[in-house]
Nanobody, 123 residues
Framework: QVQLEESGGGLVQTGGSLRLSCAAS????????MGWFRQAPGKEREFVAA????????YYADSLKGRFTISRDNAKNTVYLQMSDLKPEDTAVYFC????????????????WGQGTQVSVSS
């Protein structure tokens, strides 16, 4: 069982940056691949980024490459999402997900979810 708690969301202007954090409970964090998804009002939850249990492999939605960076610190049981050059279309609730084994790029494949943190980008 893994419990996830996101933080770091907020309101930012276009072009600004935010860093989201996801703190995980449990002593087996390092055995889980981690990911970030987002969901805008009226839209389906979409894949943002994922990272392997070791941190050696990262994956991104094609449209977000170059602006978002995922990383993890297994000693702190935390995964991060650094977001830069934010745009109004990035406005959404951002969710952290954990998956034993390979990273999940489809929401239905992920084993555990956090409650989400709101990111709002003003124009």
């Amino acid at each position: 069982q893994v419990q996830l708690e996101e933080s770091g969301g907020g309101l930012v202007q276009t072009g600004g940056s935010l860093r989201l954090s996801c703190a995980a409970s449990g002593r087996t964090f390092s055995s889980y691949a981690m990911g970030w998804f987002r969901q805008a009002p009226g839209k389906e939850r979409e894949f943002v980024a994922a990272i392997s249990w070791s941190g050696m492999n990262t994956y991104y939605a094609d449209s977000l490459k170059g602006r978002f960076t995922i990383s993890r610190d297994n000693a702190k049981n935390t995964v991060y999402l650094q977001m830069s050059d934010l745009k109004p279309e990035d406005t959404a609730v951002y969710f952290c997900a954990a998956n034993r084994g390979v990273p999940c790029s489809l929401a239905a494949e992920c084993d555990y979810w956090g409650q989400g943190t709101q990111v709002s980008v003003s124009s």
